[in-house]
């Protein structure tokens, strides 16, 4: 089975079309499917939509957060409830197309445990876009793992690798993205062209956004302590001559 995990924060203007071009995408994906839509807190409709489309189609499960918690702890409230042998991971706005997934499960059915999306064009706006493309560069040179770049959530992941994010990895910043390169297995990069979001606007603030980075950062590099060394050392050592001297 293939679980398709999709956080959502307040979305009720895509929500409708989400689903049914998720609907009619799936056979083409080969296997019985799951849509498990994860509800960030939303305070629009969008959780009574889920419910409906649940009460009316096997296929989906709903997941409700108490509150928001944003983006990558929602994801990995869906990905711990997923039940299927793949799990794919996309946003709810409709820039991950659901027409080109059955080209990420091909790559999973050869074998590969995590197909992950590259981005070749992004459809934003020119800051924006410099300020993505700098920090994937930043985090690729100062990361102690290899984190591909310009790759975001969506991509498919195998059950061993959900299982070991899920089970082994208990870290409390919980940046999905880099966990998953740490994780390991075989990984393969698959290019799309990131759509526009569908409608509505974004849910992710500046301030958000920035959190994000600054989590990638943290988490994956020990570069941030060292530098707090060596800045302590470079300061300490001479304050400390000057001391004796005076
Ligand atoms: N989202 C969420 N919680 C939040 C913010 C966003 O679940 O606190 C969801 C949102 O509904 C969407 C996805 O995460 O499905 C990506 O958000 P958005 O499109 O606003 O961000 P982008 O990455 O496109 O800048
Ligand atoms: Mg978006």
């Not at 839509?37 to 009574?48: F, K, M």
């Not at 530098?227 to 001297?245: C, H, K, Q």
Request: hydrophobic share 45%.
């Amino acid at each position: 089975m293939i679980s398709i995990v999709i956080p959502i924060y307040n979305e009720e203007e895509n929500l409708q079309a989400l689903y049914t071009r998720l609907t009619n995408a799936a056979p083409s994906w080969g296997d019985d499917y799951e849509l498990v839509l994860v509800d960030d807190g939303s305070r629009d409709n969008s959780l009574a939509m889920m419910r409906a489309f649940a009460k009316a189609d096997e296929h989906v499960r709903v997941v409700r957060l108490s509150r928001n918690f944003g983006h990558q702890p929602a994801i990995s409230a869906g990905i711990q409830v997923a039940k299927g042998d793949a799990i794919v991971i996309m946003d709810g706005d409709l820039q991950d197309p659901p027409e080109e997934l059955h080209r990420f499960l091909a790559k999973w059915r050869e074998g590969y445990e995590v197909v992950y999306a590259i981005r070749t064009k992004r459809k934003e706006g020119l800051l924006k876009k410099a300020a993505y493309k700098a920090f994937y560069r930043i985090l690729a040179w100062i990361s102690d793992i290899e984190i591909p770049l310009d790759s975001g959530d969506f991509c498919v992941m195998d059950r061993k690798v959900v299982d070991t994010i899920v089970k082994e990895m208990p870290e409390q910043v919980r940046f999905v993205r880099g966990l998953r390169a740490y994780a390991g297995f075989s990984q393969i990069g698959v290019t799309y062209e990131r759509a526009e979001r569908a409608a509505g606007e974004v849910k992710y603030t500046f301030k958000k956004l920035i959190q994000l980075a600054l989590d990638g950062l943290f988490g994956f590099s020990s570069f941030p302590l060292r530098l707090a060394t060596y800045l302590g050392v470079f300061i300490s050592i001479p304050s400390f001559l000057v001391g004796i001297f005076f």
